[in-house]
Structure formats: C-alpha cells, structure tokens
C-alpha cells in the first residue's frame, strides 16, 4: 500500500483504486469459475500473471504501477485463489475424522499464513530503518514476486503428482498435508 500511496498522493484515489481492484477480482472470480471448471490448468493464468503485475507493480512509472495492480494481481487473483482453496479443503476432506477434529488445521494454516504476513511487514521494517525511500520499498515488493510463482509451481508440482499412478485424484494432497502435519 506504500507504493500506492506514493503514486497516488491521496487517501482518496487510493480508496477508488482499491475499489477497482475489488470489481476487477469480482469480475475476475466469475470468469475463473468457468474457465477452472472447463480446464483445471488455467490456474496457470495466476502463477503467471501475479509475479508479472507485483514485478511491474514494484518498478513502474506511477499509473504503470497502479494498471498492474487492478488488472493483473487482482484480475489474475481468482485464478490462483480458487485452485489453491479447492486443494486445501479437498486434502481436510481426505484426512480421517469428522469435520470437528480437522478444523484445526485450517487454524493451522491461517497461523502460517499470517507469519509470512509478519516476515514480509518486517522485511519491510528493516528496509526502512534507515529512511523512507520508496525505492526501497520496491525493491521489496520486487522481492516479494517470488511468492506468487512458488504457490502456483508446488500447485503446478502437485497436478503432475495427482496425474500420475494415484488411485485417488485428492492422494498426493492428503500424503502431502499429513506429512506436513503429523
């Protein structure tokens, strides 16, 4: 949101730009429905898009900056969200048990989730100790594009898994997430 601030210069075109971008994934997430539903592999839309709109993002002139994240983080979100989001429910399906001694692996998750959050506010942090220059902070968000294109690879890693001699369309996910969590 720095890096917004910087371009836009006000409270209030940040908040017209923020309500771009929620329309945008609105629009996005019904497109992606279908698409996802047609052929599972256009989640690769999102692993490629998203790093391409944080890496513009992070380095374009202002209004450069501003289209990459409407129309590419947000437009290209849905489609890396929804096959995520369908891998982790799917794997809680497959683990044994009732619904009610699973939930906390979604706690679980939303913990991980939220340290990374954590990491990344302090690697932010430590860029700014020593001023506040915006061309830190996109150095940073540069950094950050590295994010994105891991989770669509392991998803891309986990569909070729799943493609292969699995009698259960779901068994690498579940092999995967019980050896993640005990």
Not at 50 to 60: E, M
Not at 99 to 107: C, D, N, P, S, V
Not at 125 to 133: K, T, W
Request: charged share 15%; net charge positive; glycine share 12%.
């Amino acid at each position: 949101m720095l890096l917004l601030f910087s371009a836009m210069g006000s409270d209030t075109l940040v908040s017209v730009v923020a309500g771009a971008g929620a329309l945008v994934y609105a629009a996005s997430s019904l497109l992606a429905g279908r698409m996802l539903g047609r052929s599972p592999r256009s989640g690769r839309i999102g692993t490629v898009l998203i790093p391409l709109g944080v890496l513009a993002f992070g380095l374009g002139p202002g209004w450069l900056q501003i289209a990459a994240f409407i129309l590419l983080v947000r437009g290209a979100g849905p489609f890396q969200d929804v096959p995520v989001g369908r891998i982790v429910y799917d794997t809680l399906d497959d683990l044994p048990g009732d619904w009610r001694a699973k939930y906390h692996h979604l706690a679980e998750r939303e913990i991980a989730l939220g340290g990374a959050r954590v990491v990344s506010f302090l690697l932010m942090a430590l860029a700014f100790a020593h001023g506040n220059d915006p061309g830190t902070a996109r150095l940073v968000v540069v950094a950050l594009a590295v994010c994105p294109l891991a989770v669509g690879l392991l998803q891309h890693r986990l569909e070729r898994l799943r493609a292969g001699a699995s009698p259960s369309p779901r068994a690498p996910a579940t092999a995967a997430c019980a050896a993640t969590t005990g």
